[in-house]
């Protein structure tokens, strides 16, 4: 698994600690601990439960599965290139996924208009015709042009075109959906703020050692 502190991946080793059993059966604190930076990861789970001879229960089959050390989803952080504002809406969508699909996929929405104007420059409209426009550009792989496409039918824009216009309003979508949003987000971000990033670092380092070397800087 991958801490959700650190993000590096680990063998896990799970130790369980039964909660209780209510009206939507049993209750369990997962631990996983991370040999890397040494931090607890916890989740609560909720599952059906088991019983071994010693009269000591467990969860079997997993229901809802919700992080509460770090608090939040296992999603991985907003890279540092990304700029505030877009930055804070993804964090946020990430933060609710775990409660409220409708609520994350209604954050993620704004973020990726956010980032379409901001990255793109996307002339301001509603989100689908933004879409639509960076995908007529031919800039982005088509791997991404799909998949950015694909968002589009989350929500069902084309059947109902009001919400393709209010990208905060909160509509009906199944958590797959709304992680696809995170999903694709996470590419953009790569492609329009990471990768270029890494580029001009390379590029200055590059230029840095020409000078050295008394030669002109590439252009």
């Known amino acids: 698994m991958k801490c959700m502190h650190c993000l590096v991946e680990f063998h896990d080793h799970k130790e369980e600690k039964f ?8 209750w369990a ?27 000591n229960y467990f969860i079997n089959d997993v229901f809802t599965t919700i992080a509460i050390r770090p608090f939040g989803s296992n999603r991985p952080p907003c890279p540092p290139e990304v700029p505030a504002n877009i930055a804070s809406d993804y964090k946020e969508a990430c933060l609710v996924f775990p409660f409220s699909a409708k609520a994350s996929a209604a954050l993620s929405r ?48 084309a059947a109902h075109p009001v919400k393709s216009k209010s990208t905060g309003e909160i509509v009906d979508v199944e958590p797959e959906e709304a992680e696809w949003n995170l999903d694709v987000l996470e590419a953009l971000f790569d492609f329009y703020y990471v990768q270029p990033a890494k580029v001009v670092k390379k590029r200055e380092a590059l230029n840095a050692k020409l000078s050295e070397a008394g030669k002109p800087p590439m252009k």
């Open 19 to 26: 909660i209780g059993k209510d009206a939507d059966n049993g």
């Open 29 to 55: 604190i997962f631990k996983y601990d991370c040999p890397s930076c040494k931090r607890m990861n916890l989740y609560l789970v909720n599952g059906s439960l088991v019983v071994d001879g010693a009269r």
């Open 110 to 157: 704004r973020c990726l208009q956010n980032l379409l104007r901001d990255a793109a420059r996307v002339k301001p409209n509603d989100l689908s015709k933004e879409i639509q426009e960076v995908i007529d550009s031919g800039k982005l792989p088509s791997q991404l042009s799909d998949s950015i496409d694909a968002i589009r039918n989350i929500g069902n824009f």
